[in-house]
């Protein structure tokens, strides 16, 4: 599977974006993804993930303020990013693999996106 993150951009604390990971393949629908996000200087770290069924798992850092969704119809999966801080500023990548159970780790997805900037002023 191929994989394409868009919708970052610069934004205001308090602000939102929309980020998109549109992925190629017939069977995207059986793969969980991931958002990861790495700031200068830091390492890839675990955003959020969404498995083939719906279920989720949020970094204690986002709960409350994100959210992921999915349409397999659209082999597209959302991260709707409210309220932002200026320490949600990184580069963002999704992330995708496939039988693994509550993947939080860089070394569990198999297939990656290109990244997305995501830089949040104060």
């Known amino acids: 599977v191929q994989l394409q993150a868009f919708g970052g951009g610069l934004v205001q604390a308090g602000g939102a974006l929309r980020l998109s990971c549109a992925a190629s393949?017939?069977?995207?629908?059986?793969?969980?993804v991931g958002w990861f996000r790495q700031a200068p200087a830091k390492e890839r770290e675990f955003v959020v993930s969404?498995?083939?069924?719906?279920?989720?798992y949020y970094a204690d850092s986002v709960k409350g303020r994100f959210t992921i969704s999915r349409d397999n119809a659209k082999n597209t999966v959302y991260l709707q990013m409210n309220s932002l801080k200026p320490e949600d500023t990184a580069v963002y990548y999704c992330a995708a693999t496939v039988g693994a159970t509550m993947p939080l780790n860089v070394y569990e997805y198999g297939y990656w996106g290109q990244g997305t900037q995501v830089t949040v002023s104060s």
């Open positions: 393949g017939r069977t995207f629908s059986s793969y969980t």
């Open positions: 969404i498995s083939w069924s719906g279920g989720t």
